[in-house]
C-alpha cells in the first residue's frame, strides 16, 4: 500500500493537524456510542418482542390443541351420524315392513264385519250379538233367503249414545263363516230396500285400508 501523502498546508501546521486528530477520536466516540445504545435498543426492543410473542405462542398452541379437540369430536359425530343415518334406514324398512303387515291383519279382520244403519236404540235389550244375528234372518230370510241367523263372533253398537229423539248408532257385525258375511251382502244388493219395525235399515261392508 503506498504511503499517505501528507499536504504541504498540513504538514506545516500543527494546530491543524491536533485538530484533525481531536475530531477522529470524537467521531470514533460518537461511533461508539451510538453503536452502543443501537446494540442496547435492539436487546430491549428484542426482549419486547419475545415477552409479547410469548403468550401468544402459548395461546396459539392452546387454540391449536383445542381446534384438534374439535376435530376430533366432529369426526366422532361424523361416524355416529352416519351410523344413525344408516339405522334410521332399517328401522325405516322394518316399519314399512310392519305397517304393511298391520294393513293386511287389519283388513282381514275388516273381511268378516258388516255395518248395520239405522236401527232403533234400544231394541237389543243387552245381547246386541243375538239381535243383529236374527235381524238378518228376518229381513233377508223368506225363499232364497237366509234359511237360519247367521254365526256372529259378536256385535255392538258404534259411537258414543245418541240424546233422546238423536240418530240411532250404527251396529257393527264380525261374522264367523266369510260365505256367510258374503251371502248377506250379496241378499242386500238384490232386494234394494230393506225395512225393520217399518224403519228403513241399510247394510255395509267395512272399508278396507290401502
Do not use: W
Not at 45 to 56: D, G, H, K, T, W
Not at 108 to 113: D, I, V, Y
Not at 186 to 207: K, N, W
Amino acid at each position: 500500500m503506498p504511503p499517505k501523502t501528507v499536504k504541504p498546508s498540513q504538514a506545516g501546521n500543527p494546530a491543524a493537524n491536533a485538530s484533525n486528530a481531536v475530531d477522529e477520536s470524537l467521531l470514533n466516540a460518537i461511533r461508539d456510542i451510538v453503536q452502543s445504545v443501537i446494540h442496547e435498543e435492539n436487546n430491549a426492543l428484542r426482549e419486547e418482542i419475545r415477552q409479547a410473542v410469548s403468550p401468544l405462542k402459548a395461546a396459539l398452541e392452546t387454540c391449536e390443541g383445542t381446534l384438534q379437540e374439535h376435530e376430533e369430536g366432529l369426526n366422532c359425530l361424523d361416524t355416529r351420524l352416519e351410523a344413525m343415518e344408516k339405522r334410521y334406514d332399517q328401522l325405516h324398512k322394518d316399519y314399512k315392513a310392519l305397517q304393511a303387515k298391520t294393513d293386511d291383519l287389519e283388513n282381514r279382520g275388516r273381511r268378516c264385519n258388516i255395518r248395520i244403519l239405522h236401527v232403533k236404540e234400544g231394541l237389543e235389550s243387552g245381547n246386541p250379538t243375538k239381535f243383529v244375528a236374527n235381524l238378518f234372518a228376518e229381513i233377508l230370510g223368506g225363499p232364497g233367503g237366509l234359511q237360519s241367523p247367521p254365526t256372529l263372533d259378536r256385535a255392538h253398537r258404534t259411537g258414543p249414545v245418541p240424546a233422546t229423539g238423536g240418530r240411532p248408532r250404527s251396529f257393527l257385525a264380525r261374522f264367523h263363516y266369510f260365505q256367510e258375511k258374503e251371502q248377506v251382502l250379496r241378499l242386500a244388493r238384490e232386494r234394494g230396500r230393506l225395512e225393520f219395525q217399518g224403519r228403513q235399515v241399510m247394510i255395509f261392508p267395512t272399508s278396507v285400508l290401502n
